[in-house]
């Protein structure tokens, strides 16, 4: 069994991790917290850095990536989005399209009665030429996986060198249905508060919070962009 907490506590650990101060063994199934610290800003000050500036404009539907670590089920959330509805307030219908787009899927949505479609694929690389038209971008680990959530601080290093300045970041623990679990809630929920992004728990398996996390995102984007 994955041994997670140290004598430091939760609040050092997840200090480590932020700081990208963990070694992960794979042999022996346990981290290493390594004591020094490095100086690295993965906070998302997005009210600071974007307060007073035009919010960029989205003319051709919302794009959303939904990047991490292989096999902490992003295909399997992509899937499970899409395949179910949209839940508008406005009692709007919702229709479902499940056609390809560049590797991804797409789903029509109606946001404040306006049809828009939400396209989503999932990476696991990020590029500056096929990343920079994401508006919102899911990072994901898996609970039962201490090596996937230790890597977090390099993807969201990764997002902020190759996406939009204004891009929406949701952090989302994915396969909570498993029962060997070794990343508690508390823990992630620390992360993502020192990161400055919200944090979702989802079963993609179970179909578990998947629409809410996805609803969160588009959210997150209409704070940030303009949709026409």
């Not at 307030?89 to 919702?94: K, L, T, Y």
């Amino acid at each position: 069994m994955k041994k997670f907490f140290t004598s430091t506590g939760v609040s050092d650990t997840t200090d480590a991790i932020m700081n990208d101060d963990v070694d992960y063994d794979e042999e022996q199934e346990t981290e290493v917290i390594n004591s020094h610290n490095r100086e690295e800003n993965l906070h998302w000050d997005y009210v600071e850095s974007n307060a007073n500036r035009e919010k960029p404009t989205i003319t051709d539907g919302v794009h959303i990536l939904v990047i991490g670590d292989g096999g902490v089920g992003k295909s399997s959330l992509v899937e499970a989005y899409v395949g179910a509805p949209y839940p508008s307030a406005a009692g709007d219908e919702v229709q479902t399209n499940v056609n390809s787009r560049q590797g991804g899927r797409q789903k029509r949505v109606s946001i404040d009665r306006k049809e828009t479609v939400v396209y989503v694929e999932d990476r696991i690389t990020l590029d500056e030429k096929s990343n920079s038209m994401a508006q919102g971008v899911l990072v994901v680990f898996d609970v039962t996986s201490l090596q996937s959530f230790s890597t977090l601080p390099k993807w969201l290093k990764s997002i902020k060198q190759f996406c939009n300045r204004s891009v929406a970041v949701v952090l989302v623990g994915n396969k909570t249905d498993e029962a060997n679990r070794v990343v508690n809630s508390k823990t992630a929920e620390e992360f993502a508060m020192k990161a400055g992004i919200r944090y979702f728990e989802t079963s993609a398996k179970n179909e578990t919070n998947v629409q809410e996390t996805f609803n969160a995102m588009i959210h997150g984007v209409q704070e940030r962009f303009t949709l026409q």
